[in-house]
């Protein structure tokens, strides 16, 4: 029989066998997964791992699935480059929770170090997708980033939908982020094939809505003497996956999972998606307007006459028109920006993570003056009295004149780097940072009044996310710790400090209106109410109404006899001052709402982390 070629190709084109044809040749290549770079024996597991790696010429390439270190230090991200930097062999790396949750420069310096936090390239007929997956700055679920989620149409859209993909995320594609679906669901108008991952520290098979998932074990020795990481192996249809044990060169096979084209098509079946239907059941609540951002929103946001002024994580400062949600000015920075705005007066003040704080004109967003730290900033600033005081991660605090912009003076002995908004109570600025301690300053001098130590082990256990309250004379933190402390705010002592197994406390805590009450959100989602007088930690009520599992680290705000509740689900709660009932509750998005920002007339603002921004009407 005689073949034509041109035929032969269309006929192969329309039965899609074309993708699997340029897949056929078998290859392998090395996941290595959770190296956590800053822990115990992990520099020395990854440098077995790298000349384990490069003793083997039939690996092609490397991939590098997230968590590369411990607290997403910079020192931590330059020690793992500097022996990956030894592989001999492409290799493609993504950040994951631990480089971005605790990182003292907002992620820019984990995309300096490495060049990116995403990648996308070819071999053996696939395409090789990954994306970040936070939660970045923020405690809460895993969440791809709206500016990888853009980023990830723009590629999807310049492959044809027959090239087969392999995906890779750090976080597992299910409820585990909570905008899995994001990802999925444009994966799936393509050939996609495999999902690959890590975080969970061990191999593990899942079926992530049909499609084959594989998370690879840490490369962390844990108990054991010697780490390990994944070789897969892509040929005959099927991704195999053999445990590599450094050292002792031994491989153990553990799983092998077809590989199949999983696009969405007729006779596919649907998968749940988050309901909005809760919004049905308020039907006097609306979202006037909803601003989407193609990158992040992970900060709060301002007032400032008709306009609200907000920030992203591509480095813009923004301000929106309140009556509609238009773009009145931008003006961009070189880094993302974690920190809220604060205005007073005319002038609107930022730190950015490109090592400047910005001073603009609210009005019009022109620059009237900038000052340069030695680190980024991913602090919010606190302006008194023509004085705006904020943190750095350079070890500094800082007191600049807002008129001016000069300095007025600086701390510099902060241990690790500060993250909140500070206090100014009675004379005095407080605030926490990531080194286990919380600070008092003399605010006309910058002389420490006094310092505290948590005596936690870890430094995640930092009072460092909550931003602190006061009444009564005392200082009011919460941590991860999980105990409420409550301070003299003039002497430091420690007036109470009290943790119970049955209200579970992170970093989520606000004052009432009048001053008589701490609120506090729990990490089972309930609200409370703390009494500001006693000598104890005193729970004078709890409100009925349940949030679920929480770990939104944003204040609840207590505006008009309304307290308001953020969530990490990108709901937020009205809840009755007077008897704690629920008055309506407002589903904005899946994803973790920054902060609600009360706007007079029974209208709030409300900002989420996948860059929504929108004005709540009820």
Not at 167 to 196: G, M, S, T, V
Not at 488 to 498: F, I, P
């Amino acid at each position: 029989m005689q073949f034509y070629p041109k035929l032969l190709a269309a006929m192969l084109l329309l039965t899609g066998i074309v993708p699997a044809m340029k897949a056929q040749t078998a290859f392998k290549f090395a996941e290595v997964s959770d190296t956590h770079v800053g822990s115990d024996h992990a520099l020395e597991d990854l440098q077995r791992t790298v000349d384990d790696i490069n003793s083997q010429p039939d690996l092609a390439f490397v991939i590098i699935s997230g968590d590369i270190t411990e607290f997403g230090a910079d020192a931590e991200l330059r020690q793992a480059k500097a022996v990956l930097d030894g592989l001999q062999k492409p290799w493609y790396i993504i950040p994951g929770n631990h480089d971005t949750k605790w990182s003292e420069s907002g992620g820019n310096t984990f995309r300096k170090v490495f060049g990116n936090e995403t990648f996308s390239f070819s071999h053996g007929g696939y395409q090789f997708i990954g994306t970040n997956s936070g939660p970045n700055m923020r405690m809460g679920p895993g969440q791809v980033p709206r500016e990888n989620i853009v980023w990830l149409d723009k590629i999807l859209k310049e492959k044809d939908t027959t090239t087969p993909i392999i995906y890779i995320n750090h976080y597992p594609q299910n409820e585990d982020l909570n905008n899995w679906y994001e990802a999925i669901d444009r994966l799936k108008q393509h050939n996609i094939q495999l999902i690959l991952c890590g975080h969970g520290h061990a191999n593990h098979v899942f079926d992530f809505e049909e499609i084959p998932g594989v998370m690879c074990r840490s490369n962390l020795r844990a108990k054991d003497s010697i780490g390990g990481y994944n070789i897969v192996t892509i040929g005959n249809g099927k991704a195999a996956f053999e445990e590599r044990t450094p050292v002792t060169q031994k491989n153990r096979a553990w799983a092998a999972v077809p590989l199949t084209s999983h696009m969405a098509g007729t006779g596919k079946p649907a998968f749940p998606r988050p309901s909005f239907a809760m919004n049905d059941s308020f039907p006097n609540v609306k979202a006037a307007w909803v601003y989407q951002d193609n990158s992040d929103i992970g900060a709060g946001m301002a007032l400032y006459k008709d306009l609200v002024i907000a920030t992203n994580t591509a480095g813009d400062i923004y301000a929106l028109q309140q009556k509609n949600g238009k773009k009145k000015w931008a003006f961009s920075t070189k880094g993302k920006i974690y920190a809220t705005p604060v205005v007073a007066g005319n002038k609107v003040v930022v730190g950015s993570s490109d090592h400047f704080i910005y001073c603009l004109n609210a009005a019009n967003g022109k620059l009237l003056w900038q000052f340069e730290t030695d680190k980024p900033l991913v602090a919010s600033t606190e302006i008194v009295n023509g004085i705006a005081y904020t943190g750095a991660s350079d070890g500094h605090f800082r007191a600049i004149d807002l008129n001016t912009g000069k300095l007025v003076w600086e701390y510099t002995a902060v241990n690790g780097f500060v993250e909140d908004k500070p206090l100014f109570y009675q004379g005095n600025i407080y605030f926490g940072s990531w080194g286990n301690d919380f600070y008092a300053l003399d605010a006309h001098t910058g002389a420490l009044k006094w310092k505290w130590n948590n005596g936690a082990a870890n430094r995640m256990f930092s009072p460092a996310a909550c931003w602190p309250v006061a009444a009564d004379n005392k200082i009011f933190i919460v941590a991860p710790d999980r105990f409420m402390t409550a301070f003299n705010a003039s002497t430091g002592e420690v007036v109470w400090r009290k943790s119970r197994p049955d209200v579970r406390m992170r970093e989520s805590l606000g004052l009432a209106a009048d001053s008589s009450e701490v609120l506090i959100k729990t990490m089972e989602g309930r609200l409370y109410g703390v009494s500001t007088q006693a000598d104890s930690l005193q729970l004078l009520w709890q409100s009925p109404v349940e949030m679920g599992y929480e770990l939104d680290p944003a204040a609840p705000v207590e505006r008009d006899r309304v307290i308001y509740v953020p969530t990490h689900s990108g709901v937020t709660y009205a809840i009755a001052a007077k008897d704690h009932s629920l008055l309506w509750k407002f589903k904005l998005s899946n994803c973790l709402i920054n902060a609600v920002l009360p706007a007079g007339n029974k209208q709030v603002l409300v900002s989420t982390m996948d860059g929504k921004l929108a004005l709540i009407r009820y």
